[in-house]
C-alpha cells in the first residue's frame, strides 16, 4: 500500500490552523497512525487509528478520515509543533508503509 | 525507564556485514512485537522487518533474504544480522516497539517507542 502525504511542506504562524493529508492507494479501514518528528529526534506517536490521540498528546492535534483518506489537523499551532508530521498505514503487514513526511515550518 | 538502546552501527564496505542490537530496558521485550525501521538523514521513514511475541517474522522486499531479525529473551534484546549490504542500506537503524491500545486491549503495528538508531554506512 502506498501512502501519499501532502503538502510536502508547508509554512504557518503561531496560532494557525493547519492540516495534513495521507492518501492510501486502497483501503486501510482507519489503520493509520501520525507521528511528529522534530529535529534530531527520533518519531513520536501521535495517533493511532486515525483518530485516537496517543498518551500525553496534546488535544489540539485532531485526526480524521476513512477509506483512503486521512487528515492530521493541528489547531492553533504552538512553537514545539514546528516538525516533520509523517502517516503510517498498518493495515498490512508486510509491509508497514509510511508517508513521504510534511514539514511544518515557521512563517 | 522504558528505553531502547541500539548499538553496532558503522562504516562496512559493500557486500559486507554487520550485527545490530537493541537492548530493552523497563518492559519485556519477548512479551512484544518489535520492528527495525530505518531513516536516511533528511529524508523519510522506512519500515525494515518486524518479529512477534510469537516469533512471526516479516520483512521489506529491498531486505528479504539479506537480513534476518531475531531475539535473545534471556538479554532483553532484539538484533538485525544484515548481510550482503548495499550503498542503499545506509541509513540509522531504529528499533521500535508495536502500541499497545488499552481501550481494545490489543496491539497495534504503529510504534510507541523508539531508540535514538545507530548509524550504518555503506560505502567503499
Known amino acids: 500500500i502506498q501512502m501519499t502525504q501532502s503538502p510536502s511542506s508547508l509554512s504557518a504562524s503561531v496560532g494557525d490552523t493547519v492540516t495534513i493529508t495521507c492518501r492510501a492507494s486502497?483501503?486501510?479501514?482507519?489503520?493509520l497512525a501520525w507521528y511528529q518528528q522534530r529535529p534530531g529526534q527520533v518519531p513520536k506517536l501521535l495517533i493511532h487509528a486515525a483518530s485516537r490521540l496517543g498518551s500525553g498528546v496534546p488535544s489540539r492535534f485532531s485526526g480524521s478520515g476513512s477509506g483512503t483518506d486521512y487528515t492530521l489537523t493541528i489547531r492553533s499551532l504552538q512553537p514545539e509543533d514546528f516538525a516533520t508530521y509523517y502517516c503510517?498505514?498498518?493495515?498490512?503487514?508486510?509491509?508497514?508503509?509510511f508517508g513521504g513526511g510534511t514539514e511544518v515550518e515557521i512563517k | 525507564e522504558v528505553q531502547l538502546v541500539e548499538s553496532g552501527g558503522g562504516l562496512v564496505r559493500p557486500g559486507g556485514s554487520l550485527r545490530l542490537s537493541c537492548v530493552a530496558s523497563g518492559f519485556t521485550l519477548s512479551a512484544s512485537d518489535m520492528n527495525w525501521v530505518r531513516q536516511v538523514p533528511g529524508r523519510g521513514l522506512q519500515w525494515i522487518s518486524y518479529?512477534?511475541?510469537?516469533?512471526?517474522?516479516h520483512y521489506a522486499d529491498s531486505v528479504k533474504g539479506r537480513f534476518t531479525i531475531s531475539r535473545d529473551n534471556a538479554k532483553n534484546s532484539l538484533f538485525l544480522e544484515m548481510n550482503s549490504l548495499r550503498v542503499d542500506d545506509t541509513a540509522t537503524y531504529h528499533c521500535a516497539r508495536d502500541g499497545f491500545d488499552v481501550l481494545t486491549d490489543s496491539t497495534f503495528h504503529a510504534f510507541d517507542l523508539w531508540g535514538r538508531g545507530t548509524t550504518v554506512i555503506i560505502s567503499s
Open positions: 486502497q483501503g486501510i479501514f482507519n489503520s
Open positions: 518479529i512477534g511475541s510469537d516469533d512471526t517474522v
Open positions: 503510517q498505514q498498518y493495515y498490512t503487514l508486510p509491509p508497514l508503509t
